[in-house]
């Protein structure tokens, strides 16, 4: 049902560090940058972009949502780990250290350096 997904920065270059290095682990990567955008694809089918970080069309601030949040769904719970852990490496903030939930997924949550929530899970045991 979701085409792709667009999350807003004030800061192209550093958003784009950021997001290098926290979706690297869940097999994503950057296949094409502008002056505005940058788009990331799954590794296997890089010519299906799923996610942009864009300077908003409007040219006004961007700003995150109260509320929003993205959830990136991964196969084991050490992509997990290590997309939380590299977040918090690269500038992100906690908002949920890894670990299972109500659901008996494990999922993680942090904040990216514009502030947006985003998270990943998975529902594999390993």
């Given at each position: ?15 784009s560090?950021f ?10 990567i950057?296949v094409n ?5 940058i ?20 040219k ?34 906690n908002?949920?250290?890894?670990g ?23 529902d594999?045991?390993?």
């Open positions: 049902m979701i085409g792709f997904v667009m999350i807003g920065t004030n800061n192209l270059e550093e958003s560090k997001y290098d290095a926290i979706l690297s682990p869940l097999g994503i950057k940058s502008g002056d505005r955008n788009g990331y694809a799954n590794k296997d089918n890089p010519e299906t972009i799923k996610l942009y970080i864009t300077k908003p069309h409007n006004e601030p961007a700003t995150n949502g109260n509320g929003t949040m993205i959830a990136l769904k991964t196969d084991s719970r050490v992509k997990v780990d290590k997309f939380h852990a590299i977040a918090l490496e690269s500038g992100g903030v908002e949920g250290l890894p299972p939930r109500h659901d008996n997924n494990y999922y993680a949550y942090i904040r990216d350096t514009d502030g947006n929530k985003i998270c990943a899970y998975t594999s045991e390993n």
